[in-house]
């Protein structure tokens, strides 16, 4: 059994894909999956399995689409490549320190030509590194008055994407590090 941290992409949002936490939890529960918490009401849990990061993706779609009704994009981490990805963040960050700092997390690797293209473009008060599994954004005035969002990058790459702040993808290692111990 690995530890692994799992992404539902637009899930509780504007009223829309609404989905109990505790129904989420039970629901995965029965699909076979051991040791399953959730962060937040917005599509972060934490889960215990022998699958590959692919099916376990597969997994929950499936029992949220069975269970719930509807289609939800879903993106599985192992802790080992959640930590990679923090560990590149180019944005300097603390627990203290990491208010404007998101984490685009990309479900399959962008072209590299629509890349090239997006990084030869400035935008005022953001910044951003793509790399091929995630987007390191610095939004100096906040994520809600970000142009560069994940519905930005979702369009100008033709990729699909979920986005977190500082906070949640560092309690989200965290919650993975104490299942894994």
């Given amino acids: 059994m690995k530890t692994f941290i799992v992404f539902l992409r637009g899930i509780n949002v504007s009223g829309q894909k609404k989905i109990r936490m505790a129904e989420l939890r039970t629901c995965l529960s029965e699909a076979g999956f051991k040791e399953v918490r959730t962060y937040i009401q917005s599509g972060n849990l934490v889960l215990d399995s022998s699958a590959t990061e692919l099916n376990i993706s597969e997994r929950v ?8 009704g509807f289609n939800v994009p879903v993106l599985t981490l192992d802790l080992s490549n959640l930590q990679a990805i923090i560990k590149k963040n180019p944005y300097p960050a603390t627990q203290e320190y990491n208010k404007g700092i998101y984490f685009v997390l990309l479900y399959d690797e962008p072209d ?37 969002n994940n519905n ?29 111990t």
């Fill in 112 to 148: 590299a030509k629509a890349v090239e293209t997006l990084e030869n473009e400035t935008f005022n008060n953001e910044e951003f590194t793509i790399t091929p599994s995630s987007i390191y954004l610095k939004c100096h005035k906040g994520y809600g008055r970000a142009k560069c």
């Fill in 61 to 68: 779609q499936r029992a949220i689409l069975d269970t719930f």
């Fill in 152 to 180: 930005f990058f979702e369009r100008r790459l033709n990729i699909q994407a979920t986005a977190r702040n500082w906070k949640t993808i560092t309690t989200l290692e965290e919650m993975a590090l104490s299942n894994s």
